[in-house]
Structures are given as C-alpha cells and as structure tokens.
C-alpha cells in the first residue's frame, strides 16, 4: 500500500532563515506531487506541482522554491523566510482515479 | 473557470441530528471528478469519496451520504446521526486539468462542530 511522509511535523524558525521541507511516497512509481500550504482558518492553496524528477510548476510567486531530486521525493525549500510564510504545509501524491492523498502536514511558524 | 464553492463556513449541530454540507461547483470539463476530504483537528486531509461526472448515483457509506445533481452543479453531503467524532474542517474539491498536470480547485471549507 502507498504511504507518504513529511518531516518536520513541527518547525518554528526565525524570519530570514532557510527552509527545508520535506516529502517522501512509498509503493507507488512516478506519482504526481503537489505542496499545498494552508493558512490559519483558510482554505488550501497550491504552491508547487510535479509531473516527474526535475519538472516543477509554480503556481502562485512566492518566497518559496520546491524541488524533486527523486521520483518519491519532493522538497520544499525557502533561501530567507518571511513572517507570511508561516502556516500548515501539505504535501500530496495523486492516484490512479485522480484523487489525491495527503501527508501529515509540517506546521511552520515564523517569528 | 474551475471553482468550488462550500457557502457555509461553519456549522455546529448537537450529537445524532443530521447535517448536510453544501458544494457548488462550477466548470466546462464534459467530464470532470469530484471529491470530499475531512480535516480532523490533527490536519491532515482524509479523503472521502470521489464522484466521476457520468455517475450520478448518489453513494450511501455507513452515516454518510453524498447527493450528486449534475443539473443544478451541486454534490452535497450528509452526515446522518452526528457524532462528536465528526467534528472537523470538510472541503469540496473538482478535479482540473491544466496544462497536463491534474489538479484540485478546493472549495474553502465547512468547519462542522458537533456538540455532545
């Protein structure tokens, strides 16, 4: 069965740090991936989708950057964190039948 | 334009009513998927159920129903006797695609909160 993993659960950083983030899926080849963030009380908004190793999209302009060095890892990545870019980070894979299946999520918190 | 709408933000019932959660969605896909995700207090997004346009049976699980009306673009879902375990953050979602990359345009969500 497929599983997916993201680590940290938790991560409080200062602003002007860096960021990793990080995704990892288990018994499935060649998956799409998305990183999702979700603001306190909002809705979701994608950040980042992959087709394949090495192809992202971005969707909104933004501090942040992804990256996919394998073909179940994807990565999440900022050089100098804002205060705006705290918030519940959700990374994603999409199965056979178009739905998508959701990691635990990381809970950034920038001061 | 691919949207969702979900225009109850919050809800709260007392324990074994039932609720229903509404889901307007709107797109020119001739064929398109749907599909509902709770949200429990821990935050991670469970999927429910996925509905494909050309099925519009609707689909009974246990307490849980979903009521799919491609006519008036609405798939609408029921939980019958509530429980507090059902306390939880539940989005809408159509399925996209965009540039051949699938996507999920999600609706904002309806907090439900089951009072005991």
């Known amino acids: 069965s497929q599983t997916i993993h993201q680590w940290p659960a938790t991560l409080v950083q200062p602003v002007g740090s860096p960021l990793s983030l990080e995704c990892t899926v288990e018994?499935?080849?060649?998956?799409?991936l998305y990183w999702y963030r979700q603001a306190a009380g909002r809705g979701l908004q994608l950040l980042f989708y992959s087709v394949g190793i090495g192809q992202i999209s971005s969707e909104v302009p933004q501090n942040l950057s992804a990256s996919r060095p394998q073909d179940r890892q994807f990565i999440l990545s900022s050089k100098k964190l804002l205060l705006s870019d705290s918030g519940f980070y959700l990374c994603?894979?999409?199965?056979?039948?178009?739905?998508?299946?959701f990691g635990p999520g990381t809970r950034l918190t920038v001061l | 334009a691919q949207k969702v709408t979900q225009a109850q933000t919050e809800i709260s019932v007392v324990e074994k009513e039932d609720v229903t959660l509404d889901c307007v969605y709107e797109t020119r896909d001739t064929t398109y998927y749907l599909f509902w995700y709770k949200q429990p207090p821990s935050g991670e997004l469970v999927f429910l159920i996925r509905?494909?346009?050309?099925?519009?049976q609707n689909e009974i699980s246990g307490r849980y129903s979903w009521n799919f009306q491609k006519s008036t673009s609405s798939f609408n879902f029921t939980i019958t006797a509530s429980q507090v375990v059902d306390s939880a953050v539940y989005f809408c979602a159509l399925r996209s695609i965009i540039q051949g990359a699938q996507k999920l345009v999600f609706g904002q969500g309806t907090r439900l909160t089951i009072n005991p």
């Open positions: 018994g499935t080849s060649n998956p799409n």
């Open positions: 509905r494909n346009s050309f099925d519009e």
């Open positions: 994603a894979w999409s199965g056979l039948h178009n739905e998508q299946f």
